[in-house]
């Protein structure tokens, strides 16, 4: 079945404590992105990358890091969370071809809460 | 930036009713328009992605329109049913050369169909 899959799906955590969400998808996809969505304010997106080693900042990047070493895999790491990261966190992907295959395929989300 | 608005915000309607859900954008330039459908505390399921040379898009029960020029995109959905019950979040992708993949979301219309 062709899906996103992120993981842990909930996670509370305390501040400053390192974690990383991950996120893989088996669709063959060069693009995928971190959103994160939040009461009255919406999907924000975090980062993005288009391929392998390529990754750019989206509109809210602040406090986040990402890597993209496999085409597969889009971890969001927080080195340092804070109370403002608590939000829930939604991992996408997509083919870059023509069409259809724009279509973008998000992950089940992670609801992560910072103490 | 690209602004997207969706009217109502809140929607409900008894079963069996036909009805529109309306997304509104500032900037026409876009390459094409996508209409997910998110349960709560669940993820984000595509449901109909429009090409920006495309009027409208069918499947089912839904019927997405796309008035570019007007910068407005409607989701038809006939014989409502208490299952779709959801919220309904329009996003749009701006033109390839302008901003690559990143999907800016309206807030979402929150429909209830009672039985």
């Known amino acids: 079945e062709a899906q996103v899959t992120q993981n842990p799906r909930y996670l509370i955590t305390v501040t400053g404590k390192k974690l990383t969400v991950t996120c893989s998808q088996n669709m063959n996809h060069e693009y995928m992105s971190w959103y994160r969505q939040d009461p009255g304010l919406g999907l924000r997106q975090i980062y993005y990358s288009m391929n392998v080693e390529v990754t750019d900042k989206g509109d809210v990047p602040e406090g986040y890091k990402v890597s993209r070493k496999e085409k597969r895999n889009f971890p969001l790491i927080l080195e340092s969370p804070s109370p403002n990261q608590t939000s829930l966190y939604f991992c996408?992907?997509?083919?870059?071809?023509?069409?259809?295959?724009?279509?973008?395929?998000f992950g089940p989300g992670t609801r992560l809460t910072v103490l | 930036k690209q602004e997207v608005t969706q009217i109502p915000a809140a929607l409900s309607v008894p079963e069996g009713e036909n009805l529109v859900l309306n997304c509104s954008f500032t900037?026409?330039?876009?390459?094409?328009l996508q209409w997910f459908r998110q349960d709560p505390g669940k993820g984000l399921t595509s449901l109909l992605l429009i090409q920006s040379s495309q009027r409208e898009q069918t499947s089912g029960r839904l019927n997405a329109s796309l008035d570019k020029s007007s910068g407005r995109s409607t989701l038809y959905i006939a014989a409502s049913q208490p299952g779709d019950s959801a919220t309904y979040l329009c996003?749009?992708?701006?033109?390839?050369?302008?901003?690559?993949?990143?999907?800016?979301f309206g807030k979402g219309t929150s429909l209830l169909v009672t039985p």
């Open positions: 900037d026409s330039a876009i390459y094409n």
């Open positions: 996003a749009v992708r701006l033109s390839f050369v302008n901003s690559g993949y990143e999907l800016n």
């Open positions: 996408a992907s997509s083919s870059t071809g023509q069409g259809r295959y724009n279509e973008q395929f």
